[in-house]
């Protein structure tokens, strides 16, 4: 029992020694200091004690009526940068509206400098955001021009007043659920423009999902939408069995060189493997799955071996690209020689000497390799050692599309 509990406590010293940098939407609060902002999605919403107690204190705004004195706002100058491209301290509004009794945040307004440049704004936004879903010139409204982003259930709004401008900030809900047959409090989780089908016209495309619990950011019911630009109703394709992750993504591009763009969607499964559930759809006749990661990998093996060493064995599925790789592990020496993985260099009778490779992937990038326009996809698979916290080397893959299907180009090995 003691050995078994010592075991644990070294494990979980090592995850905290080893384990790989966080993101900044995992990163310390304390460290971030008064730049940390709270996720959008999670604090629309979100009643004000519990903002502050992770936001810290803004200057309150109230407004007046006949009966009483009632919290409208919440101003603070934040540091936007990470989340929207924009450096520098920027005037932020929180709205606050009373519902059963709580102050809760409804709308994020952020107040750019009087001198921001427009164009400039919105090419810093886009290189965080993407292109924008929609952008243009408006009539008939107190604002000039406006541009759209929808990222993570969130809609991003940014209005050009001629004189100012500002963005506002609010869920982005998608309330068509009954005309396609779907839940009614589903997000936006993403949305673009494009022509998806090859008819010369573009559409509207977009990742929809419903919450799975009312404060969760995990997602379920997963539709990719499809809607002329006119406003008719377009069509919905179920992810089925892969609908559930956390704040899943899409992008589109042209993988299969028919000058029509396909519609890759990631999907953060959780959890401290750090998989990504990535899957291809072609829309030009008819929707179908091209890309399937359970079906399109290497299969990996590994093992620890004499000396504080690893040994790992991708095989290309079709035999032409296997590639055997050795890793140095002596930098974590001390910590095997703990667990009883090695001793004095030598692998210690009886233990579990295999390495841990990660069938799935943890990222796939779009890259245009040969730049013919024509995007590639760049695959990472992840081996671990004694835990999920002991990274040992990343399996990048190389595939392209062929003769109607996938095939293997290159295996490099990075550690």
Known sequence: MLKRFALTA???????????????????VNQMAEHYIVYPFMAIGMDVKTLEASQGKGEYQYSKSAEEKSLSGIVYELDWSELLGVKGQLDTEYAVSKVEGENIINQITIRFPDKADREQLIGNISAVLGTPADEGKVEKAPYVYCAKWYKEGILYELQDYGTYIKMHINHAKFTDGKEYNLPEDMFVLAKQKADINGDGKKEFVS??????YEDSIYM????????????????????????????????????????????????????????????????????????????????????FVENYKGKIHARDPKGALDIIATIDLKDRKDVYDEL????????????????????????????????????????????????????????????????????????????
């Open 220 to 303: 379920e019911n997963i539709n990719i939408l499809v809607e002329p630009l006119n406003g008719e109703k377009g069509y919905a394709i179920s992810l089925g069995e892969y609908d559930g992750g956390y704040l899943p993504g899409m992008e589109l591009w042209d993988f299969t060189g028919d000058e029509i763009p396909e519609v890759m969607v990631s999907i953060p499964t959780g959890g401290s493997g750090g998989i990504t559930d990535y899957y291809i759809y072609s829309l030009k006749d008819k929707p179908e799955l091209i890309f399937d990661p359970e079906k399109v990998s290497v299969e990996i093996e590994g093992e």
């Open 207 to 212: 990742i929809i999902g419903k919450r799975r």
């Open 10 to 28: 070294f494990i979980l010293a090592f995850m905290l020694i080893y384990s790989l940098p966080l993101g900044p939407a995992l990163a310390d």
């Open 340 to 415: 009883e993985i090695y001793k004095d260099g030598k692998l210690v009778k009886d233990m579990y000497h295999e390495l841990m490779p990660y069938q799935l992937y943890g990222l796939i990038k779009a890259v245009d390799v040969d730049n013919d326009g024509v995007m590639e996809l760049e695959a990472y698979q992840s081996v671990r050692g004694c835990c999920n916290a002991d990274f040992v080397a990343n399996i990048i893959t190389f595939w392209k599309w062929e003769n109607d299907g996938w095939n293997l180009h290159r295996i490099a090995v990075e550690n």
